[in-house]
Each structure stands twice: as structure tokens, then as C-alpha cells.
């Protein structure tokens, strides 16, 4: 018979517990006075609160990471995991804190099971400085982000970075790098809005003219592309960090705009006419534009949709937005720039944008923006 499964906790309240009843006491007994931060933060859904009871079948469970000064770092996390090893229950509030190595090439994920040994825990202690560069190709302890930094780190691996929680820090360096990090400053913010507004113009003419040619499943594409920037646009208006594609509906829902605009885009989505498919974007187009207004970043734009040129469908003309946006840049260097954006508004491979390889992000962002 196989055992019950224990009942569901959210990950980040369970890396809570595994923290406070199981890790803290073995690291005060053992290394009392050690500085350092306990946390659950970076990649797993549980990090961005979505994790349900399906995400307990891989890379979920009992996790946490240990951060400390690098001297540190270096001198005690070997000790830590192996002490750890050998005095961490097997199991918290029923979940095993033993994860069996990946055998399958093709499935490295990690896996829980009772184990009557030591421990393969997911307790990891991390030099600080060390494991922000990896993530975000930037040390946040140490200085506050530049211009270059911020377009070279992934909105999604700042939603990761800033998400989660942090259950300890005695010496407050995790929490000065999550403040630093917790949202685009005011320069970056207007010009990450205007490529964001850049993006959408440059397609929103095609959902009719594919439709015009009888392409019915381009325009379908084109309008779910322009959903997706829209959605993405609602979050950056609400000093959301867009999430990985996964969680973009998910996190897209808890906007103060979700409610109004969820019914337009499902129906730009679901539209099989395109009159009818036109008709819901433009209530989108609308609806968003009047929330950028609200920002007062620029003066006010006219947010009623109107005909592309000549030709007989219906559009917001975006690079209105995009326009105004740029013009009120005052850094010299966002200023020279073409309206790419940054990383993760230009490239789409999760390969590059999950990596943990900063300093090619970088280099692929000086390439793209010629900087």
C-alpha cells in the first residue's frame, strides 16, 4: 500500500519551518556567532507563490539557502552541508528533506525520498556576492545597479531575486541587495515602458492585415503576441517584475488592472472572427493606455484607438506612448539608445535568460543595443 502523501504546505512556508525548526538550532550549536542570511529565494514556482500540490513531483520541497560573507563561505559550507548531512531530520511535517540524485539524464530534477542514511539535503550555503552575479550577472550587496546593470539583468530573474522570503539576516547585506532590487528606478522604468510600448506598434497592424489575406491563424498568433506584451506592459505600469512564461497568467491575475482587463484579452484569444478579435484588443489597447496616462509620467495621450493609415482596421498607434516616454528621459546614456529595452524584452530563450552566465547577457546586451 502505498503511503499517504502528507498534506500540501506552500514551499516557502515549509523552507520556514525546515529553517526554524531544524536548521537554525544545528548552525546556533555549531557555529554560534556565524553571520548569515537564511532565505528561499531564486528559481521555483513556489519562490513567485504559485506552487500547488503538482509541484511537489520535482525541485520542490524542504529547501534553503544559507548566505554568508565569502571568507565565510568558503571556510564553513563545506561543514555546513556535511553537518547538516548527518543532524536534519528525515522529513519535515511529513516531506522527506532527503532528495535522491537525478538517474535519468533527461530528468535532472530533483526528487524526495525517505532515506534511513544521511541526508542529500537541499540546504545550500552560498557566498553572497558569488550567487547574485551568477542570477543576475550583478552583486547588489555591494553598490546600487548602474544603468548598463539594470538592462542586463531578466525581469524574471528579479522577480525571483525580490520573491520568495527571507527568514533571517543577521548581517542585512540579502536584504540591502533585495531593496536595491525590488523595483526599476525611475529612469529605467520610463524607458523600459517605452520599448515596451515600442514592441506592441510594431505588430498591432498585422492581426488585421494577416487577416486580410486570409491568413486566419496569423492574425490569431499575432493577437496572442500582442495579449502576451500587454500583460507584460500591465505588470511593469504596476512595478511588477514580468515572471518566466510559465507564471505570466498567474501573476498577470493579481494586477489591480486583471479584472478589467482579463475578459478583453480573452476574447482577443478566443476570437475566431477578426472584427470581433479587433474589437477586444482595442478595449485592451484602451484600457492599458488610460492606466499609462494615470502614471503621469508624460502628459496625457489620446487613448482611443484609430485606423492604421489608409487601411481599414482599427489600432492604438503604441509609438505614441513609446514617444513621449522616451522624450522624458534625462540619463545621457538611456537617452542614445534604440528602444530595444532590456534583456528579456528582446530575447526569448530561456536558455540565455535562465542561464547563469551574467557576463554573457551582458555582452549580448552591449551587441544588441550597440553599447
Excluded at 509541484?55 to 563561505?73: I, M, T, V
Excluded at 515602458?193 to 498591432?204: M, Y
Excluded at 486580410?212 to 512595478?239: F, N, T, W, Y
Excluded at 476574447?267 to 484600457?287: H, N, P
Aim: with cysteine; proline share 8%; charged share 20%.
Amino acid at each position: 500500500m502505498t503511503p499517504a502523501e502528507p498534506a500540501f504546505l506552500p514551499g516557502v512556508e515549509l523552507s520556514r519551518i525546515l529553517y526554524e525548526e531544524a536548521v537554525r538550532p544545528v548552525l546556533d550549536d555549531a557555529f554560534p556567532g556565524l553571520p548569515y542570511a537564511a532565505a528561499r529565494i531564486g528559481p521555483g514556482s513556489e519562490v513567485l507563490g504559485f506552487d500547488t500540490a503538482r509541484s511537489a513531483d520535482h525541485d520542490w520541497g524542504p529547501r534553503l539557502d544559507l548566505f554568508l560573507a565569502p571568507d565565510d563561505a568558503a571556510a564553513h559550507g563545506g561543514a555546513i552541508r556535511r553537518l547538516l548531512a548527518d543532524r536534519l531530520p528525515k522529513e519535515i511535517r511529513g516531506w522527506p528533506t532527503h532528495f535522491r540524485p537525478a538517474a535519468d539524464p533527461l530528468d535532472p530534477a530533483a526528487h524526495m525520498t525517505a532515506t534511513h542514511g544521511p541526508v542529500d539535503h537541499r540546504v545550500f550555503p552560498h557566498d553572497i556576492g558569488a550567487w547574485l552575479t551568477q542570477e543576475a550577472g550583478f552583486d547588489a550587496t555591494a553598490a546600487e545597479p548602474g544603468v548598463r546593470d539594470w538592462l542586463a539583468m531578466p525581469q524574471q530573474k528579479l522577480a525571483a531575486i525580490t520573491g520568495g522570503a527571507v527568514f533571517h539576516d543577521g548581517p542585512g547585506l540579502l536584504t540591502t541587495a533585495r531593496r536595491r532590487l525590488a523595483r526599476y528606478p525611475d529612469q529605467v522604468w520610463r524607458y523600459v515602458l517605452a520599448c515596451q510600448w515600442q514592441r506592441i506598434s510594431q505588430e498591432e497592424a498585422f492581426v488585421g492585415r494577416c487577416a486580410e489575406v486570409g491568413d486566419a491563424l496569423g492574425s490569431a498568433v499575432v493577437a496572442a503576441r500582442l495579449v502576451r506584451d500587454l500583460m507584460r506592459l500591465s505588470l511593469l505600469l504596476e512595478g511588477r517584475y514580468p515572471p518566466y512564461g510559465k507564471w505570466l497568467g498567474s501573476a498577470f491575475a493579481g494586477l489591480e488592472a486583471a479584472g478589467t482587463l482579463t475578459p478583453s484579452l480573452l476574447g482577443a484569444m478566443t476570437a475566431t472572427d477578426y472584427s470581433e478579435r479587433e474589437r477586444f484588443l482595442c478595449a485592451a489597447y484602451e484600457e492599458v493606455a488610460i492606466r499609462q496616462n494615470a502614471t503621469g509620467l508624460t502628459d496625457p495621450v489620446d487613448p482611443a484607438p484609430r485606423p492604421y493609415y489608409g487601411r481599414p482596421y482599427l489600432v492604438l498607434h503604441a509609438e505614441r506612448f513609446a514617444r513621449p516616454l522616451a522624450a522624458s528621459l534625462t540619463d545621457p546614456y538611456l537617452r542614445g539608445l534604440p528602444l530595444t529595452g532590456v534583456v528579456d524584452q528582446w530575447a526569448d530563450s530561456t536558455d540565455l535568460l535562465m542561464g547563469r552566465d551574467g557576463q554573457a547577457l551582458r555582452a549580448a546586451g552591449a551587441a544588441v543595443g550597440g553599447r
